[in-house]
Every structure is written in structure tokens, then in C-alpha cells.
């Protein structure tokens, strides 16, 4: 629960305990000790929609070029890959024919990832389901993630930058972030 709820718990420990009957500080103590159950349903515009394979040269282990890590990504996400970056960038997802090529990477293996999200379009004020506080909360924003690999010699950093450049260039208002690949256990 980390700083989110640092002045609840604060609170709980000069209170010596709960609080008052319905306060903010109660219905946080509820949370806390799994009293209380949460309901926050996904939006429709929100949802998977299923899971598509995608096929990425690796950039920890490139192989050959037959040889791909298989990586998965929101429908929802492959459905609006093109609203998401300008017409020439790309994320390297490749052709994987069964036959002529073959998985080296997977499982073990998470890809290089971005993600992407989108400028919200107002606020609305909601009620937390946890402490019963009103906050202000921005509406229309949306968040993809998209696993990318490595083009002929490329790294990281320079494929970040450029997949970065071609979402900005498609709409000023979207930010990225960016995760490293990684291959775990090693």
C-alpha cells in the first residue's frame, strides 16, 4: 500500500486504532484488514478483447533471422496500433511462419515493452470505495502496452527513442514509458 495510504496509517498509529465510527480513518482500517471488498468494474473500452502472439527479434539474444521470441498483447491494443504512432515508426514485430521459423525465447523471457497512454479529455470527480473521500479523477485517458524488439543491430535505447518520437509525433498529448527486456533466472 505504500505512500498512497502513508497518512492513514500515520493516523491509525496516533489514534491507537480505528477512529471514529464511519470516518475516513475506519473505512481505511476495513481495507487494511480485508473487511471491506472493492468492486471496480472495467470499462468496455478498456477490455482485452484477447490475447494476439507477436513474433520480436530479442535484444538480449538475437539469434538468427529465423529465430524470434514470441511475446502477447491486448487485441484491443493490435486494434488501435495505428492511432497510437505516426505511420513510420514501428515496433518490429515480425512474420513468424510455422516451418520457417522458430521460438527461442519464451516463458523465461518478458520483451522490451512500451507503454503508451493517452491524453484524458476532462475530470470527474468519484467517491473512493476505500476511504469514502470524494477526488478528482481524469476521464477518456487510456493506457496500451506494446512488447517491441530489436530491428537489424539495433538497441534499446535508440528504438525507445524512436518509438517515442512517433507517438509524440502522432499526438503531442500521448506519453510513453518504457520497460526493459528481460530474460529471468540468469
Not at 41 to 59: C, D, H, T
Request: hydrophobic content about 30%; cysteine-free; overall charge positive.
Amino acid at each position: 500500500m505504500g505512500k498512497r495510504f502513508s497518512r492513514y496509517k500515520l493516523a491509525k498509529k496516533l489514534a491507537g486504532g480505528r477512529g471514529e465510527a464511519g470516518s475516513a480513518l475506519s473505512k481505511y482500517v476495513d481495507y487494511a484488514e480485508g473487511k471491506t471488498r472493492l468492486n471496480y468494474p472495467r470499462a468496455a473500452s478498456s477490455k482485452q478483447e484477447g490475447i494476439v502472439a507477436v513474433y520480436l527479434n530479442s535484444f538480449l539474444n538475437p539469434g538468427t533471422a529465423s529465430q524470434f521470441g514470441k511475446a502477447t498483447m491486448s487485441q484491443r491494443t493490435q486494434n488501435n496500433l495505428n492511432n497510437l504512432i505516426d505511420a513510420t515508426s514501428k515496433f518490429y514485430h515480425q512474420t513468424f511462419t510455422e516451418g520457417t521459423h522458430t521460438v527461442i525465447l519464451e516463458g523465461n523471457w518478458e520483451p522490451a515493452k512500451a507503454i503508451i497512454r493517452t491524453g484524458g479529455t476532462g475530470t470527474d470527480t468519484e467517491t473512493s470505495q476505500i476511504t469514502g473521500e470524494t477526488y478528482t479523477k481524469k476521464t477518456g485517458a487510456q493506457s496500451y502496452t506494446v512488447p517491441f524488439g530489436n530491428d537489424a543491430g539495433g538497441n534499446f535505447y535508440d528504438i525507445a527513442s524512436e518509438i517515442n518520437t512517433g507517438v509524440t509525433a502522432q499526438n503531442a498529448e500521448y506519453t510513453v514509458s518504457f520497460t526493459p527486456e528481460r530474460i529471468m533466472g540468469l
